[in-house]
């Protein structure tokens, strides 16, 4: 199997796929920040890349952009070409093992790919030290930093605030959100990849969206209570019960540190721990029915 991961790996990296997909996130991430970046150097200040990418990569629209390239990453998989019957001698289980472990190396590596892009991205106002950068201190300030931040030259919503600070340091941050984020991707993958085996290619691609889909539209539902049930009792308690039920229902809810930190229920490393668990519960349910599924699917077609 380890073999089979090496060609996986290989392949990916060298496909014109993985090099468009790197080059459309860097040069976009590029053009994005271009005005903000230039606003910054003029106000002479620093931003930490490890604070920013965690902030603005996974609340609202940046869950969608980021998931959905992830999807686009993994379309050629599994792979049905003449080397499936080469994989298909080794043992049914050990290639889709080795499905799943391209799947967790892809996870890893794109996580990696856009953080580098969001480096290069702010380069020219990169803090390097591992702080809390002036531009997060003014931009969380309590009594100044609505009017600091909606006045930067970017059109994306993000949340800043003290108590992400308590936290830890940037790359306490960031490392919390590689673990979430990645282990989400490892479950989307997985979920795309075994129904892309069991009803053939399109199906998990569809499934996959429609996971990301679903996020907002769990955002969605309690705001339609409050808009079109209002007069009715007991409203507020179904609405409040969607609310908390949120972050279990939409898996990809919980890739957002920031998001979780704002919640007052727990202490944030226990919402952490939380939803580690969480996504490796879904991905052990996902996997046990993958193995269950190899043993009866026809693997010699598409």
Known sequence: ????????????????????????????????????VEQLSEMHCRVGALEIFPAWAFCGGGVSTYFILFIFLILAYPQWDGAVNRLARQGRKIWLLSQYCYVVMTSVIYYL???????????????????????????????????????????????????IMKIGTPLKVWG?????????????????VTFNIWFRRGTGTILGIFVIVFYYIMDWIPLFFDNKFAQFDGYK??????????????????TDV??????????????????????IVLAVVVFVMGLRMVRKVDLSKD
């Open 237 to 254: 308690q179904i609405q409040n019960m969607l609310w908390r039920l949120e972050p279990y229902l939409s898996p990809l809810y919980q």
């Open 1 to 36: 199997m380890r073999y089979i991961c090496r060609d996986y790996f290989q392949r990916t990296v060298c496909s014109g796929r993985f090099v468009l997909l790197v080059l459309l996130v860097w040069i976009s991430l590029c053009s994005f920040f271009r005005e903000f």
């Open 176 to 192: 919390l959100t590689f673990l979430l984020v990645v282990l989400a991707s490892i479950f989307l993958g997985m979920l795309v």
């Open 113 to 163: 790919v856009v953080t580098v892009g969001f480096i290069i991205a702010l380069f020219p106002v990169v803090d390097w030290k591992n702080r809390w950068s002036s531009f997060y201190w003014k931009a969380s300030d309590p009594k100044t930093g609505f009017d600091f931040a909606t006045g930067l030259k970017y059109n994306l919503s993000c949340t800043y605030s003290r108590k």
């Open 258 to 279: 920031y998001g979780l930190t704002l919640r007052k229920a727990r202490p944030v490393m226990e919402r952490v721990e939380i939803a580690a668990v969480y996504y």
